[in-house]
């Protein structure tokens, strides 16, 4: 069974007159690496944020067809009530991270969900591992590098241990070599961590190495869907 399943998605923010999305139809089955695109505006943030369940909760607007996470309707889930489920790292971790060192920054997300004590010892530290920052333990959250800082909250959104974890172009504010560090992070996840993974992205190139599935936005709609086979014979 798909972990995601978006039948006929159409969602227009309120006051706006054109849908952001149109009758998308998504179907994303565990352990996939989908790989979203698309020109600025196309909708691919709005679409992140109806996987992770923001939309229609927190933002208001007229939605049509459905997002099912693990078969369950988004639209019957309180807000912040997938986050066990759908993480979702957001292009600037800075309004992401809250807390004072990297520890309680990863410890964050599971007290929230009331995991107990030993088990969020636990995690955080694999957490940690998984996004090699274990030496970032005690550090400070705000004397970090960017690229520090991304895998943070990567770190702190996979201590939730979500089915799903999205990233809304991780590397856009990132420097050559913070990218290449998060993005050794991504392929690491995708090998080792039996998480379903979306990727927003427009540099293909770092990318498309790690990519089961390359799908193309335009103008809110799905403009096409090319598997891994597809995209190897193509070149
Ligand atoms: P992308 O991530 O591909 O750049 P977005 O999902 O951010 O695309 O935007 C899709 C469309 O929705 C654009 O026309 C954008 O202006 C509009 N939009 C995005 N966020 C909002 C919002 N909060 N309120 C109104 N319109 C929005
Ligand atoms: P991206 O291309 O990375 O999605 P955008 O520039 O489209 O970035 O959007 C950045 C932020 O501005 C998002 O939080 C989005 O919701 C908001 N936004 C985008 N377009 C509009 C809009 N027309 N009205 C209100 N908010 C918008």
């Known amino acids: 069974t798909p972990v995601i399943e978006i ?4 969602f227009t923010y309120q006051g706006e007159q054109n849908a952001a999305l149109s009758q998308v139809d998504l179907r994303l089955y565990p352990g996939e690496f989908i790989t979203i695109t698309g020109p600025s505006g196309c909708g691919k ?13 927190a933002f208001p607007g007229e939605m049509m067809g459905e997002v099912l996470i693990q078969g369950h309707d988004t639209r019957k889930y309180p807000e912040g009530g997938l986050s066990g489920i759908v993480g979702l790292v957001q292009q600037d971790p800075e309004g992401q991270l809250c807390t004072l060192t990297v520890a309680d920054e990863v410890a964050f997300g599971p007290e929230n969900l009331c995991v107990p004590p030993e088990e969020i010892r636990s995690r955080v530290i694999t957490s940690l591992e998984a996004v090699d920052g ?6 400070q959250v705000h004397t970090l590098s960017g690229g520090e800082k991304q895998r943070v909250a990567i ?16 590397t856009a504010n990132l420097d050559p070599r913070c990218t ?18 979306v990727i927003i992205e427009h540099r293909l190139e770092q990318v498309l190495p790690w990519t089961d599935r390359l799908i193309r936005m335009d103008q809110g709609r799905i403009a096409s869907s090319i598997d891994r086979a597809v995209m190897l014979q193509g070149g």
Request: aromatic share 4%; net charge positive.
């Open 180 to 197: 290449r560090e998060v993005l050794q992070v991504l392929a690491k996840l995708q090998r080792e961590q039996a998480v379903s993974l």
């Open 155 to 170: 770190a702190s959104v996979l201590a939730m241990k979500p089915a799903l974890l999205i990233l809304d172009e991780p």
């Open 45 to 57: 943030s709005t679409l992140a944020m109806c996987l992770a369940g923001f939309i229609p909760t």
């Open 7 to 10: 039948n006929q998605l159409t």
């Open 134 to 139: 274990m030496h970032l333990f005690h550090r």
